[in-house]
């Protein structure tokens, strides 16, 4: 059974920083990780992307503040969040692309997700 498990959100000052950490669980193969958010009232986006071999996408709004790693040993991704904005409030999921077995397709796992607040 594929887990990923987040931590790391939390109540931040605008200005502070923040570190997501998502461990995943269960995969016979990793793919891509990465960090999508979701704003009340607003669809999921891309805040950052790794692929197996390191390298980084990361979305306008976010570069130059957020750093994402990525560890292929111990299957986690973690996401750096400096000089944090007000805009920045949402829900972060975690997102893990791969193979459950052998034999199974390429599908899309998804973490339970982790408030992030900036707020004064």
């Known amino acids: 059974q594929v887990q990923l498990v987040e931590s790391g959100g939390g109540l931040v000052q605008p200005g502070g920083s923040l570190r997501l950490s998502c461990v995943a669980s269960?995969?016979?193969?990793?793919?891509?990780m990465g960090w999508y958010r979701q704003a009340p009232g607003k669809q999921r986006e891309l805040v950052a992307k790794t692929c197996f071999d390191g390298l980084a996408t990361y979305a306008d709004p976010v570069k130059g503040r957020f750093i994402i790693f990525r560890h292929n040993p111990n299957n986690t991704v973690s996401l750096q969040m400096n000089n944090l904005k007000p805009e920045d409030t949402a829900v972060y999921y975690c997102?893990?692309?791969?193979?459950?077995?052998?034999?199974?397709?390429?599908?899309?796992?998804w973490g339970q997700g982790t408030q992030v607040t900036v707020s004064s």
């Open positions: 997102h893990v692309g791969g193979r459950a077995s052998e034999l199974a397709p390429d599908s899309d796992y």
């Open positions: 269960g995969l016979f193969a990793l793919g891509p």
